[in-house]
């Protein structure tokens, strides 16, 4: 019976954690928040859909429109007989940034889609743990649009290397 | 073989309109290809020609890019040419909206803290 006792407390432990987790992941204020105001919220998200579609728009044909700079001013450099292997990685890197980009802005389009539908009345949770996944892929997409800043700084640097190498060499 | 004959004969006598059948299949066919192609890829997510999205194609920037060309002399003006299509692309860059995080907290959505 001594040991019973403990083996059943665990069990009942165990079997307890899901619930207190789902309890403890948002309050009763917060449940019933969300369910006041989530229709307003998934108005509100339709327009930052939107917002964020011209902003993919824009985005990719401005990324598109480097992609297509780049390769020409590295076939540029190559005719010339210009040393720059910096400038076709960088290339190469911003091509695979741009791929994963526009999947994951596909993934994180689809996901805002899915939220806006959601009966958000009546499945608060789930409507508040979609909203939790999106913000991480928004996080994201801020992150891509980072690295291609970060990857225009470096080709821009590689250029002004090559300018610089043929100030010398005249 | 008078059953062969018959077929034939019975195929014969309608190609028109045998052929007018087959035409509209093919069409069908290349129809739903190619709208399942139109779903799969970012085109229909992102067409501003969409009855719905007037708001959006006024909106993108038109503006057309000069290219530039592959090939030629690497001089001072191609790579100051270079550099002005360069910036005038960055600087539209960094005047777009950069999917920051505010657009999604709990405070602008109005449904109480974070988390």
Redesign the interface.
Same mark, same amino acid.
């Given at each position: 019976m001594k040991r019973v006792v403990p083996v059943i407390a665990v069990v009942l432990a165990l079997l307890s954690t899901p619930f207190v987790r789902a309890e403890g992941?948002l309050s009763d204020?917060?449940l019933d928040?969300?369910r006041t105001?989530?229709v307003?919220?998934q108005i509100?998200?339709q327009h930052?859909q939107?917002?964020?579609?011209?902003?993919?728009?824009?985005?990719?044909?401005?990324?598109e !429109?480097?992609l297509?700079?780049m390769? !020409?001013?590295n !076939?540029?450099?190559a005719?010339?007989k210009?040393d720059a292997p910096d400038l076709i990685s960088i290339a190469s890197e911003y091509q695979r940034t741009w791929d994963s980009f526009?999947t994951e802005?596909?993934n994180y389009?689809d996901a805002m889609t899915a939220l806006t539908q959601i009966d958000c009345k009546n499945e608060p949770t789930t409507f508040n743990d979609q909203?939790?996944a999106?913000?991480i892929k928004?996080?994201g997409?801020?992150s891509r649009?980072?690295e291609?800043?970060t990857l225009?700084d470096k080709y821009?640097t590689g250029?002004n290397d090559?300018?610089q190498a043929?100030?010398k060499s005249k | 073989m008078s059953v062969v004959k018959r077929i034939a004969s019975f195929f014969s006598e309608r190609r028109i309109l045998l052929g007018i059948v087959f035409a509209i299949i093919i069409a069908f066919v290349m129809t739903v290809i190619s709208l399942r192609l139109y779903d799969l890829d970012d085109v229909s997510r992102l067409d501003v020609s969409l009855p719905n999205r007037e708001s959006i194609r006024s909106a993108a920037s038109s503006d057309e890019v000069q290219k530039f060309d592959a090939s030629g002399p690497l001089d001072s003006k191609s790579l100051s040419d270079f550099q002005n299509l360069y910036t005038k692309n960055r600087s539209a860059l960094d005047a777009l909206g950069k999917y920051d995080a505010d657009a999604l907290s709990s405070d602008s959505l109005q449904i109480g803290p974070n988390e």
């Open positions: 992941s204020a917060q928040a969300i105001n989530c307003n919220a509100s998200l930052v939107e917002s964020d579609k011209l902003t993919r728009i824009n985005r990719g044909y401005r990324y !429109s480097m297509k700079l390769t !020409s001013f !076939s540029r450099v005719e010339n210009v526009r802005y596909s389009d909203l939790v999106l913000r928004r996080t997409l801020n649009v980072k291609f800043d225009l821009q250029v090559v300018r043929q100030e | -």
